[in-house]
């Protein structure tokens, strides 16, 4: 089943995209080269729970241009990229488990995990301890920061999924939206 985005979708893209970006900046914890424990993948989770993985990519893709606006360190064009609005599309990712949730943070999560650890091992591996390999340090370096980040945002969908807004409009009988 196809759908066309109403102005109601892309307006709750672009706000989820506006209030991952607040979130992002109310930092738990921030890691000391980039990265922080924050709520801010819930907004994008939200929107690709309740209108597919093409939404949930749009608002991420937002977010990660926001964040490059506001707030980048620059060292190369694919890096830009991979750092700032790829690992935030692919939590559309979630928008193929609507009616599992828990298991599209999981999968959301891991595909970010995914590009900063490439990220991690192309751009920045020259910052491993000498003697650590660049996979071993951009392996643990992320996973620092976005297993609590994933953990976080499960707990959050979790709990809003007892609410209307996590509830998949437009879908019967496993109807699904791309």
Known sequence: MKRRWDTRVMMEIAVAAALALILG??????MPYGGSITLE?????????RHGPKSGAWSGLILGLLKLL??????????????????YAVLGIAGF????????VIMASIARYVVHVLAGVIFWGSYAPSGTSPWVYSLSYNA????????????????????PLIKPEGRKNGDRLV
């Open 144 to 163: 620092s920061y976005l297993i609590p980040n994933a953990i976080l945002a499960a707990v959050v969908i979790m709990l809003l999924m007892k609410t």
């Open 97 to 104: 488990f609507a009616h599992q949730p828990l298991t599209g």
């Open 70 to 87: 506001l707030d980048a360190y620059i060292i190369h064009p694919v890096q830009l990229v991979m750092d700032y609005p790829l690992p």
């Open 25 to 30: 900046m109310l930092r738990l914890y921030r």
């Open 41 to 49: 993948m819930v907004p994008i989770l939200v929107v690709s729970l």
